[in-house]
C-alpha cells in the first residue's frame, strides 16, 4: 500500500533564557557589520573571539536559526560576514568554539514537543490502521457464517474496490488537498481529515449494503488524503530544526504502528460475527482524539505569516496571530518579546522575498525553477519508493515463511503481526538515526539492501527453491531497509525540500504522486506476475531499485540540521 510512511513529523522547542542573549548579540552584529560596510565601502575587520559565538552557530548542522523566515538578502549577508569572519577567526581560540557551539543550540523541552507532534501524526496512524484493519475484515466480510450480512458472496471486483477504496479516495483527498490547503490552512486542513475520519468509519461499520459500504471506503480515503499531506506539513514547519528529522520520521513510525494496531484487531475479531464492523469502527474514537487535539494547537506561524504578505487577511491580525503561535509552540508566555522579534523579522525578510512575485502561487509555479528542482526530489522519492514493489514483495509474505516451515504461518493474521513487529523495529531505528547519520547515508544504504534483497528473492524462485531460508532473509532484508529508507526518508524530505510559497501545493502533488504510483503498482501486480513469473518480476523491481540508487546519489541533497529557509535559500538555488 501507499507507504508506511515515516513517523517523524516534528514538534516546537521551548527556548531557553540564557539563549536569549547570545540571539539577540547575533542580530545586533550582523546589523552594524552591514552598516559599517555600507558607510566606509571597505573590508571590515572582525575580532574573532567576538564572533565565535556566531560563527559556531552558523556552521553548525543541529542549530535552530532565527528568525523564523530568512530572505535571500538577509542569507547572503550571513555568508559575507561567515566568510570574512573564518579567515580571521582561523587563528582563533578552538576551545572556545566549543563552548559557544554548545549554548547555542535551541533548547526546549519534550513536553512541549509532544502534543503538536502526536495530534497530527494520528493521521498518519489512521492510514496505517486502514491497512492492517482491511486485511482481516476483506476475510469477515466474505465469510457466510462470520460475515453477518447476506451480500457477502463479492465477486473479485467487488472484494478489490473494497480493498482500494481509500486509495482511490486518498487520491481524490491529495487533489482537494491541492486546492485548499493553502487557503484554509495546515490546523483546519488535519481538522477536516479527521471528520472525514470519523464520517468514513462510521459509514462503513454500520453500512447495510455494499454501495454504503463503498462510500464509506471513498470519504475515509478523502481523510487519508489530507491527512497525509497536511501532517508532515504542519509538523516541519512548527518544528526545531534540530529535531525535524526525527519527529517526521515518527510519523513513519505512527503508520507502522497502526498497521499493527489494524492486524491486532483484525486477529482478535476475525471469529466474531460481523466482526468486520468493529474492525472499521474502531479508527472512529481514534478520529475524536485527532480532531479534537488539532482544535487545541495554534495555526502553523510560517503559514499565518505567508498569508500577511500576500494580502489574505488583516496584516496585523495576522502579525499578531502569529506571534501568539509561536509564543505557544515555544512554550513561552503569550504575546512575549522574543516571539515578537522573531516575527517582525520574518515578516521583513519574508515581505523582501516575495515583493516582486505574484501574491499566490500558481499551478504552474510547482513546475518552474527551483519548484521543479524540489518536486523532482520529493516527487522522485515518493514515486520509486512505491515501483520498487513494496506492496507486492509483502504479497509473497506468507507463502515464503510457509515455504521455510514457520508454524506461524498457518494463520495469516498472525503472520501479519509478525511482519508489523519486524516493520516497527526498523523503523525506530530509522527515527533514532535520520538527525544523527543524516538522510542521504540511511537512503543509500537502504535502497542499496533492497536491491539485494530483491534479487535473492529472484534467485530463490528461479533456482534456489531447496533453500527456504534465502527467501525469509531476503524478505526480513528488504522489509528491514525499506523501513530505515524510502519509508520514513521518503516524506520526511517531501516535508521539507519545497519553498514556504509552494509548499503545500508542491506536497499535494508528492502525495499524489505516491497514490497514484501505489494504484498502479498494485493494479499491475497480478498481470505482471502471470506474464514475466515471479523470478523475474523480483529481477525487474531490483533493476528499479538500481535506478533510484543513482537517482538518490546524483539528486538528492543532505538536509540534515538545516532550517527550512536554510534548504530554500541553499540548496534550491
Request: net charge positive; proline share 4%; charged share 15%.
Amino acid at each position: 500500500m501507499a507507504s508506511s510512511s515515516t513517523l517523524s513529523y516534528s514538534c516546537f522547542p521551548q527556548m531557553a533564557s540564557s539563549s536569549t542573549p547570545l540571539i539577540n548579540f547575533k542580530l545586533s552584529l550582523f546589523n552594524s557589520l552591514h552598516h559599517q560596510r555600507t558607510i566606509n565601502n571597505s573590508k571590515t575587520t572582525i575580532n574573532p573571539r567576538l564572533i565565535s559565538a556566531s560563527i559556531n552557530n552558523h556552521l553548525s548542522t543541529t542549530r535552530v536559526t532565527y528568525p523564523l523566515l530568512t530572505s535571500h538578502s538577509l542569507h547572503n549577508r550571513r555568508f559575507n560576514v561567515r566568510f570574512q569572519a573564518q579567515k580571521e577567526y582561523s587563528a582563533g581560540n578552538s576551545s572556545e568554539s566549543v563552548a559557544s557551539d554548545a549554548t547555542s543550540q535551541e533548547e526546549f523541552s519534550w513536553s512541549s514537543v509532544i502534543l503538536p507532534f502526536v495530534f497530527p501524526a494520528l493521521g498518519g496512524l489512521l492510514f496505517g490502521y486502514d491497512i492492517g484493519a482491511t486485511s482481516g475484515a476483506t476475510i469477515s466480510l466474505q465469510s457466510p457464517e462470520l460475515s453477518g450480512i447476506a451480500w457477502s458472496n463479492l465477486s473479485s471486483i467487488q472484494l478489490g474496490l473494497v480493498v482500494s477504496g481509500s486509495l482511490y479516495g486518498a487520491l481524490f483527498g491529495s487533489l482537494l488537498a491541492f486546492a485548499i490547503a493553502d487557503f484554509i490552512g495546515r490546523k483546519r486542513q488535519l481538522i477536516g481529515a479527521a471528520l472525514l475520519y470519523l464520517l468514513g468509519s462510521a459509514i462503513t461499520a454500520t453500512a447495510p449494503e455494499l454501495g454504503v459500504l463503498l462510500a464509506g471506503r471513498l470519504i475515509y480515503g478523502l481523510g487519508i488524503g489530507l491527512a497525509m499531506h497536511g501532517a508532515p506539513l504542519y509538523i516541519a514547519e512548527t518544528c526545531p530544526s534540530q529535531i525535524r528529522g526525527t519527529l517526521v520520521s515518527l510519523k513513519e513510525l505512527f503508520i507502522v504502528l497502526g498497521i499493527l494496531v489494524g492486524y491486532f484487531v483484525g486477529s482478535f475479531q476475525i471469529s466474531t460475527v460481523g466482526g468486520w464492523r468493529f474492525m472499521y469502527g474502531f479508527s472512529a474514537p481514534l478520529a475524536v482524539l485527532m480532531g479534537l487535539g488539532m482544535w487545541t494547537l495554534p495555526a502553523s506561524p510560517r503559514w499565518l505569516l505567508l498569508k500577511a504578505v500576500q494580502g489574505k487577511g488583516s496584516f496585523q491580525d495576522l502579525k499578531e496571530k502569529a506571534i501568539v503561535s509561536l509564543s505557544k509552540l515555544r512554550g513561552r508566555p503569550p504575546g512575549d518579546k522574543e516571539s515578537e522579534k522573531q516575527i517582525e523579522e520574518s515578516l521583513v525578510s519574508l515581505k523582501s522575498a516575495y515583493a516582486d512575485q505574484e501574491s499566490e502561487a500558481n499551478f504552474l509555479e510547482v513546475f518552474q525553477g527551483p519548484n521543479l528542482k524540489a518536486f523532482i526530489i520529493g516527487g522522485g522519492l515518493v514515486l520509486f519508493q512505491q515501483i520498487t514493489g513494496q506492496p507486492s514483495v509483502l504479497y509473497y509474505a506468507g507463502p515464503i515463511l510457509q515455504s521455510a516451515g514457520f508454524s506461524a504461518a498457518a494463520d495469516a493474521a498472525k503472520v501479519s503481526v509478525v511482519i508489523g513487529l519486524f516493520k516497527l523495529v526498523m523503523t525506530s531505528v530509522a527515527v533514532l538515526k535520520v538527525d544523527d547519520l543524516g538522510r542521504r547515508p540511511l537512503l543509500i544504504g537502504g535502497v542499496s539492501g533492497i536491491a539485494l534483497s530483491l534479487v535473492l528473492l529472484s534467485a530463490y524462485y528461479k533456482f534456489l527453491g531447496g533453500l527456504p531460508i534465502v527467501a525469509v532473509g531476503a524478505l526480513l532484508l528488504y522489509v528491514g531497509c525499506y523501513q530505515i529508507s524510502f519509508g520514513p526518508i521518503s516524506w520526511l524530505m517531501v516535508s521539507e525540500i519545497f519553498p514556504l510559497r509552494t509548499r503545500g501545493r508542491g506536497i499535494s502533488m508528492a502525495v499524489l504522486t505516491n497514490f497514484a504510483s501505489n494504484a498502479v503498482v498494485t493494479f499491475a501486480f497480478s498481470p505482471l506476475k502471470e506474464y514475466l513469473g515471479a523470478e523475474n518480476l523480483f529481477l525487474l523491481f531490483a533493476a528499479i531499485a538500481l535506478v533510484s540508487l543513482v537517482f538518490i546519489i546524483t539528486s538528492v541533497p543532505e538536509t540534515k540540521g538545516l532550517s527550512l529557509e536554510d534548504i530554500e535559500s541553499k540548496i534550491l538555488k
